[in-house]
């Protein structure tokens, strides 16, 4: 023990980031690279939070549909920090579902032409509309909920559900009344601009690729750690874990949903805040692996009346060996409580409608009811992104916030990454106050 610790303390480092997602790890990484010595501690067995994959037989599931955004943050980092991934785009042309029957999607110019739901008039409509969306700068509608800027628009029914299909498969909300109608927009633009990417073998890739890149730079991970409080004190910080160990840092990260921020340091009012207005984003996920697709052209079908998702991510990307088909289906949680038996029998209509007969097709099948897509909406009301906490924990010296709900930039992965990479920042500007680090255990 160094002269600085007290007999209690089992470890010292320069940086503790409690939380091994895609936030964790990001931040981790980068500040082992920054030269500071890092521990990473999770409480699950494995590390990956939200983006890890599981193996079923003999295919890989992502918990629930992932597609990586280009361009919008996570991307570039993941670059930054040499993590290596092979992706596809996919094609975004389908179907949509109206009134139980599937009806053309106006994805492309000639689906908008074949599309037998719209007038004339509304087609043009569209034209003029789609090139709005793309070409209006994001934080101009911050403050805007995205139902009142969808009734700005226009004023036909048809058009004003096409876009709030738009808007729930790029945002995954459901919530039209608070939403900012800025992430609806920056996350179409990126879309539109670069399309998205199905993994190869699963967001574990960027998981796989992440904790490498950590490891490789130094970081000490230690997963099977729950930590369970988080107390300041004038020149570093005290971290204690549920089997009794205590870590004392000079800077903490801590990369965990809003809730338990707040369970960490319970006296922290602005967090008791943050974790108590909280609106998560949920999602109900179907997951299936199928021997064969009855209707192999069935790959992208999305609800204009019903919030629920369809693709088949193995028809671009691969999750297992040929011939099988791994498939995501999702309902749209809107905020709030919702039936789970309920949910699960409408994404099995919608695989009724789509791939009738699947049923006799199935490998592996596995049913998410409350999937949090993202800890916190970006509300109109709070400004968008620009309502959300920032990365610097208020009222500390050496507390710091990372995940999908924390920072004025990007949505979803993008937030993660993007906060994991400037609370680190923010971090590796601590100087190391406990003395030298000689005794880190082994994990
Ligand atoms: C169904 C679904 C679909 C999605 N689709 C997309 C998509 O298409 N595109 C996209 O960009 N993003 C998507 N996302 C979002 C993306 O997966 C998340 O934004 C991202 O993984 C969040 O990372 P995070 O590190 O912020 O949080 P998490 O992954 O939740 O990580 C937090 C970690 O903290 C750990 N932890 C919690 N408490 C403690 C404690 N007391 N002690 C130690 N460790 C603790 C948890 O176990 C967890 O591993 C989707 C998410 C879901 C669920």
Request: charged share 15%; with cysteine.
């Amino acid at each position: 023990m160094n002269q600085l610790t007290t007999t209690s303390v089992h470890t010292a480092v320069h940086t503790a980031v409690i939380g091994g997602g895609l936030a964790g790890l990001t931040a981790a990484a980068t500040l082992a690279r920054a030269g500071k010595s890092v521990l990473l501690l999770e409480k699950a067995r494995h590390i990956g939070g939200r983006a890890l994959s599981q193996q079923r037989g003999d295919f890989t599931l992502n918990l629930g549909p992932h597609a990586l955004y280009i361009g919008g943050g996570a991307s570039d980092i993941l670059a930054e920090l040499g993590v290596a991934w092979t992706g596809h785009k996919p094609n975004l042309r389908g179907s949509a579902v109206y009134q139980g029957r599937l009806v053309p999607m106006p994805g492309t110019p000639q689906d908008l032409l074949a599309t037998n739901w719209l007038t004339l008039a509304e087609k043009a409509a569209m034209v003029r509309l789609l090139w709005r969306i793309s070409h209006t700068p994001p934080e101009s509608v911050a403050g805007i909920s995205l139902a009142d800027w969808v009734n700005g628009q226009t004023r036909s029914a048809a058009l004003r559900r096409f876009l709030h299909l738009l808007a729930r498969t790029s945002t995954y909300a459901n919530a039209p009344e608070l939403s900012s109608a800025a992430i609806f927009l920056r996350q179409f633009q990126l879309a539109y601009r670069h399309n998205v990417r199905y993994l190869d073998g699963g967001w574990q890739t960027l998981v796989d690729g992440l904790r490498a890149a950590a490891e490789m730079a130094g970081v000490t991970l230690h997963t099977g750690a729950r930590v369970i409080s988080v107390h300041e004190h004038p020149g570093h910080a005290t971290i204690f874990l549920a089997d009794g160990q205590t870590i004392q840092a000079t800077a903490v990260i801590l990369a965990v949903d809003p809730q338990t921020a707040s369970q960490l340091l319970p006296e922290h009012e602005q967090l008791k805040q943050w974790a108590a207005t909280a609106v998560p984003v949920r999602a109900a996920c179907l997951d299936v692996v199928l021997r064969y697709v009855p209707h192999p052209d069935r790959r992208y079908v999305l609800g204009l009346d019903q919030p629920l998702y369809f693709s088949n991510h193995s028809a671009v990307a691969h999750f297992g060996p040929d011939g099988g088909s791994v498939i995501h289906v999702a309902k749209y949680l809107p905020p709030g409580a919702s039936d789970a038996a309920q949910d699960e029998a409408e994404l099995e209509a919608m695989l009724d409608l789509v791939q009738p007969g699947w049923r006799a097709e199935l490998i592996e099948r596995r049913f998410l009811p409350h999937m949090t897509v993202v800890n916190d909406l970006a509300r109109a009301e709070n400004g968008g992104l620009h309502g959300r906490p920032g990365y610097a924990l208020p009222h500390s010296q050496r507390l710091y916030l990372a995940g999908d709900w924390v920072g004025p930039q990007g949505w979803l992965a993008d937030a993660a990454l993007l906060s994991g990479k400037q609370a680190a920042e923010l971090a590796q500007e601590q100087r190391l106050e406990i003395g030298a680090i000689s005794n880190l255990h082994p994990v």
